[in-house]
Nanobody, 118 residues
């Protein structure tokens, strides 16, 4: 099983980025997380067949969508700010609508892609 993230980079405050996560197979649930140095891994958004979830703190700035036959989950982030600087990770597994924000709900992870906002 393999998850590969891409699309990170350096961006000026106020800009937007789209992050890409490609999976080697279909998963019932895929999600995006981020982790800044010294912080816990934070759930941003997830998508399954029955629900799409977004973190309340970033509502209105995030948009996720699937493609490649549901084996890829992309994350668009708008109005980026320096506090959005972090490593962004894609997770996959059998997370549900009630536990999607817990990293332990995802069985597989990618290596991460760095986003730096200045």
């Amino acid at each position: 099983v393999q998850l590969v993230e891409s699309g990170g980079g350096s961006v000026r405050a106020g800009g937007s980025l789209t992050l890409y996560c490609a999976a080697s197979r279909f998963f019932p649930c895929m999600g995006w997380f981020r982790q800044a140095p010294g912080n816990r891994r934070e759930g941003l958004a997830s998508m399954s067949a029955s629900s799409v979830k977004y973190a309340d703190s970033l509502a209105g700035r995030l948009y996720i969508y699937k493609h490649l036959g549901n084996r890829a989950l992309n994350l668009q982030i708008d109005s980026l700010q320096p506090e959005d600087t972090a490593m962004y990770y894609c997770g996959a597994g059998v997370a549900t609508a009630s536990n999607w924000r817990a990293p332990s709900s995802y069985q597989y992870w990618g290596q991460g892609t760095q986003v730096t906002v200045s």
